[in-house]
């Protein structure tokens, strides 16, 4: 059964870079068939997606976070990872790692439990 | 950007309810749709992809429809274990999340 797990800090400074990894177990994340990705949620509020990353290591993020994200991965220890530059408060969430298929059906199929970052001085 | 827009954003019905929330993309999508329940503190949950295909493990309760620019989730016969926050997901260009429909039960 595959499994995901972040984790990272719990509490991030305002201007410093929020870091997270996702360690997948029970499979290979070198597989060609699957995209790694993050995702996060605000207290209270809904889904926003982050970026993906591909074990051959092209990653593609939203648009909107675009100039503060970098994802990468490390196929040696079975690990993704996310990083977002010049946080502040709004960057406060849930953050969660998830596996995609590469076309179809496309879905995010598993999960991590997601871990809580917050933003504050 | 594509937008999802999500309706209703509340939806209370009782027990044995048949029930839909639909997804309106702001452009043609294909049938690259997602649809996740959430309940609260926890990851959200796969039920159907591709606009229509059932994640294995899922009640034949739940179906999904559609293709270009609008989508349905329905629920033939609502149950209280069904109670939970619903997405909608497009990825047919990078990917984004409707704003969520929570279903109560009256």
């Known amino acids: 059964q595959l499994q995901l797990q972040e984790s990272g800090p719990g509490l991030v400074k305002p201007s410093e870079t929020l870091s997270l990894t996702c360690t997948v177990s029970?499979?290979?994340?070198?597989?060609?068939?699957?995209?790694w990705g993050w995702i996060r949620q605000p207290p209270g509020k809904g889904l926003e997606w982050i970026g993906n990353?591909?074990?051959?290591?092209?990653?593609y993020y939203n648009p909107s976070l675009k100039s503060r994200v970098t994802i990468s991965v490390d196929t040696s220890k079975n690990q993704f990872s996310l990083s977002l530059s010049s946080v502040t408060a709004a960057d406060t969430a849930v953050y969660y790692c998830?596996?995609?298929?590469?076309?179809?059906?496309?879905?995010?199929?598993?999960w991590g439990q997601g871990t809580l970052v917050t933003v504050s001085s | 950007d594509i937008q999802m827009t999500q309706s209703p954003i509340t939806l209370s019905a009782s027990v044995g309810d048949r029930l839909t929330i639909t997804c309106r993309a702001s452009?043609?999508?294909?049938?690259?749709v997602a649809w996740y329940q959430q309940k609260p503190g926890k990851a959200p949950k796969l039920l159907i992809q591709?606009?229509?295909s059932l994640e294995s493990g899922v009640p034949s309760r739940f179906s999904g429809s559609g293709s270009g620019t609008e989508f349905t989730l329905a629920i033939s016969s609502l149950q209280p274990d069904d109670c939970a926050t619903y997405y909608c997901?497009?990825?047919?260009?990078?990917?984004?999340f409707g704003q969520g429909t929570k279903v109560e039960i009256k």
């Open positions: 998830a596996r995609r298929g590469v076309g179809a059906p496309g879905g995010f199929d598993y």
């Open positions: 029970g499979g290979s994340i070198s597989g060609t068939n699957y995209y």
């Open positions: 990353i591909h074990s051959s290591g092209s990653p």
């Open positions: 452009q043609n999508i294909d049938n690259w």
């Open positions: 591709k606009a229509s």
């Open positions: 997901q497009q990825y047919n260009t990078y990917s984004t």
